[in-house]
């Protein structure tokens, strides 16, 4: 079973910057897909970006290209999603994801984070 554990999120400006990171709990984090998510008070969960395992694919929802970047280091078991240039419309509660299997910005990954609230506001 894969445990997943995210930091990093709270109250930023419009404009500014936050990292959020996820700490996986298995040996063989590298075999695994992963992917970030975010969910806003009365939306749908919302699937922001995803790479791939060896090939290093990613993927990015039209709403975030260009400001966020999704990244891992496998020796560390982690994940991580740089956010620059928030904006409002980003406050969500953000949730990591892996999967063994590829699902793309599908919300049906496999294993899930505790989620964790990211606030963009003046």
């Known amino acids: 079973q894969l445990q997943l554990v995210e930091s990093g999120g709270g109250l930023v400006q419009p404009g500014g910057s936050l990292r959020l990171s996820c700490v996986a709990s298995s040996f063989s984090f590298d075999a695994y897909y992963i992917a970030w998510f975010r969910q806003a008070p009365g939306k749908e969960r919302e699937g922001v970006s995803c790479?791939?395992?060896?090939?290093?694919?990613?993927n990015y929802a039209d709403s975030v290209k260009g400001r966020f970047t999704i990244s891992r280091d496998d020796a560390k078991k982690t994940m991580y999603l740089q956010m620059n240039n928030l904006k409002p419309e980003d406050t969500a509660v953000y949730y990591c994801?892996?999967?063994?299997?590829?699902?793309?910005?599908?919300?049906?990954?496999?294993?899930w984070g505790q989620g964790i609230q990211v606030t963009v506001s003046s």
């Open positions: 790479l791939s395992t060896v090939f290093g694919r990613t």
């Open positions: 994801a892996a999967d063994r299997v590829e699902k793309l910005l599908r919300p049906t990954y496999d294993y």
